[in-house]
């Protein structure tokens, strides 16, 4: 399976790299991000979302036509594929959060009181 790595732009803005491509930001909401092929003769695009897994999977079966149904794996190794692709934040070693999850996406305080031990 091939991996998706997550990048900045030199002005901070997320991009991911996925099989050779770059994908920029085209648009952003509060659950989700939508991406565009850097190249713009390319029509490829893609989509970060914090929803659940089983939404995704009902919603896109949901217009999968019945004919080919039957090819599908079962439910459980579709959520384990979109949970792998999915990244994980870790606390650093000294138990603390890491620095980007303790600010807001407006780069405001969101820990009122840490402990520095």
């Given at each position: 399976m091939s991996q998706i790595e997550q990048l900045s732009s030199i002005?901070?803005?997320?991009?991911?790299?996925h099989e050779g491509y770059i994908y920029t930001v085209k648009c952003t909401t509060k659950t989700k991000s939508i991406f565009?092929?850097?190249?713009?003769?390319?029509?490829?695009?893609?989509?970060?979302?914090?929803?659940?897994?089983?939404?995704?999977i009902h919603s896109t079966l949901r217009t999968y036509p019945l004919s080919d149904?039957?090819?599908?794996?079962?439910?459980?190794?579709?959520?384990l594929m979109i949970q792998r692709q999915r990244t994980t934040e870790t606390v650093?070693?000294?138990?603390?959060?890491?620095?980007?999850?303790?600010?807001t996406y407006r780069d405001e305080g969101f820990i009122l009181h840490e402990d520095k031990n």
């Open positions: 002005n901070g803005k997320p991009m991911i790299l565009r092929c850097k190249n713009r003769d390319c029509k490829a695009r893609a989509a970060r979302t914090d929803e659940l897994t089983s939404p995704i149904a039957g090819q599908l794996p079962k439910n459980e190794p579709l959520i650093e070693t000294d138990g603390r959060l890491p620095e980007k999850l303790r600010k």
